[in-house]
Structures are given as structure tokens and as C-alpha cells.
């Protein structure tokens, strides 16, 4: 049961999704050739086929094994100063043993600025912060968790604001580290508010 | 002849959600003056530069009718919103406030005055004297 206020978070992008949509347009493609009688695409498609599975064997087996992650925020938004707890959960298919496994996740802060030169639209971005934080996994009845602590620095970085050409963004990505484990990230968008955390309150810049 | 504004804020620091107050005046023009002043309008906006297109937007404004000899001495507020942005000063992006008092003189280019204003985060007050991020 999940405090109240929580508020749980899905990737941005589902990389099982991309990757095992990739895998099923080639082997879309190896039947169409098998059936219109085009062998050499058919056996192009199919070596595509063997190589993909090969290569995406460890997503592979996480698609099968685990669910898309959840990130569970103590509430809608960050403090600028302010360290939370974030709760990284992942269901599994039976069980699986997840000891010696571990939650790592970068905190980043990113302006993006558009601009116009004729018809041409450009975005420059650049990372003003990124910060690594892990967590130790411990297994549940219905998959593993992991809670890490996470801190928004005042001095990088500003709140999330989309002005239309002017945004700065957040994000949180993250990666699972161990023997049971599958080897892919995840990428969550999260919203620093301009609000000062408690603890930072009346201390006076030097 | 035409007289300036004079605008003055209580504080140039104000948190998002809150309020900036200030004065503005402006004496009585002469009964011979040949600049009708419509009214004067105060806001308060928020606008970018740096590497991106300018994004500008107004978040408050009051406007205050004029009098018969062209006179103000009005205080005012204008509210900040919660959701900022805050004043920024980052590597491609320069977020920016400030409060402008623009004249409305019929028939003539409208007489303004700016003064900035830091908008900080909620509980900031004390903690900021320049545009986040403080390093």
C-alpha cells in the first residue's frame, strides 16, 4: 500500500516495446517473402531475425521474465534542495532470486532552446546537471523494489518550465545491476516545481 | 511637455504565487498640455533570451484610468504565478521579470518604465538575491 499523495510513474519509452516491435516488422517481412516465393529476401530477413534475437537475447528474456518498471514519487512534483526517497518497483514472472541486485538511476536536468533561421526549426539542448544515486534491491512476493535517495540541487539547474521555445526538463534514468536481472534502462520524466524544499528554507546564501 | 512616471516596488524580490507592490506617480500636467493621457496600464511579464526564439508572456496587469489633469498616485499589486517560471540564468536560457508602467497618451508613442523584479521559488525569500540557480 502506497502512501497517500504517491504518485506512480511509467517510462517515458518502453524499450521492450521498440525493441520487440523491430523484431516483429522483420519477421512480418520473412513470411511475406516466403509466401511471394522472394527467397533471397526471405532468407536476408530471416539472418536479420536470428541476429536480432541474438543481440536483444537479454531484453528478450526481460520481456518475457519482467514488467516495465515503475517509479513511485512521494508526490506530483520535486523540491529544488529537497532529497526524497523514490520507490523502483518491477513485477516478475515466478520467482526469481534478485539478492545482490541493485537499483541505479541519474537525475538529470536538461535546457532545451529552439530557434528559427528561415524555415529551418533547431533545438540546441544542454545538461546543466546529472547526478548518480543506487539502491540495494530486495525481493517481494509479486517481483523486487528498490528505494533510492534522490536530491535536487539549488545550485544547477532550474524548475521544469515549457515557455514554447524556452524548456527545461527532468528526467530520471534507470538500470538494474545483477545476476537475474535484465540489462535494459528506462527513462522516467519527472517535474522539479519552483518550490524550495523545507530544509532550505531560511538559509542564506554566502 | 510631459511628464515622467515614476514607479517604485515595495520589494524586488517575490516568490512564485505571491504578490509584487510598488507605487507609481506621475504629477498633474499643465492645464495648457497637449498630451491627453488615456490611462496607465501596469503589468507585470516574464521574457527569455539567450540561444532560443524570445518567449515572452504577460502573467498580471492593472489599469488604472487617468484623471482629469493627467495625474496618478496609485499603489498597486500584481500577482505572480505559482507555476513561475522562476528568474533563471542558465547556459542557453535567461529567464527574466520585471514590472513595466506604460502611459497611453493618445495620438503619441506611450511613455514607459521598467523595473526588474526576481521572481524566486516558493519559501525563496530569503535565500535569494540573484536568479537561480545560486553557485
Known sequence: MLPAGSVVLTPKVAGRFASGGALVAVAVAAAVALVTGAWVVAGIAAALLASGCFLLRETLVAMYRWSDPELVLPGEALAIGGAIDLLYRRRSRGLIDVSKSHVTCVLSCQERATYRQGTTSTTDTADVFEHGYSGSASGTPWGFEAYISVEVPIDAGAPTFDLGNNEVRWRIETSVDGTNMPADSHSFDVTVAPVLAEQMRGVQDS | ?135
Not at chain 2, 533563471?88 to 535567461?94: A, E, M, P, V
Open chain 2, 1 to 135: 511637455m510631459t511628464y515622467g512616471i515614476d514607479l517604485e516596488l515595495h520589494e524586488n524580490v517575490a516568490e512564485v504565487g505571491g504578490r509584487v507592490s510598488g507605487e507609481v506617480r506621475r504629477p498633474a500636467q499643465p492645464a495648457d498640455s497637449s498630451d491627453p493621457v488615456r490611462a496607465l496600464r501596469l503589468t507585470l511579464y516574464c521574457k527569455t533570451s539567450g540561444r532560443g526564439d524570445e518567449d515572452e508572456f504577460i502573467a498580471s496587469k492593472v489599469e488604472l484610468p487617468a484623471a482629469d489633469d493627467g495625474a496618478f498616485y496609485n499603489r498597486f499589486e500584481l500577482v505572480v504565478p505559482s507555476a513561475g517560471p522562476i528568474s533563471y540564468d542558465g547556459r542557453l536560457i535567461r529567464v527574466s521579470w520585471a514590472v513595466e508602467a506604460r502611459l497611453d497618451v493618445k495620438l503619441k508613442r506611450d511613455l514607459k518604465v521598467h523595473k526588474p523584479v526576481l521572481v524566486v521559488p516558493l519559501g525563496g525569500v530569503a535565500v535569494y538575491d540573484r536568479p537561480h540557480p545560486l553557485q
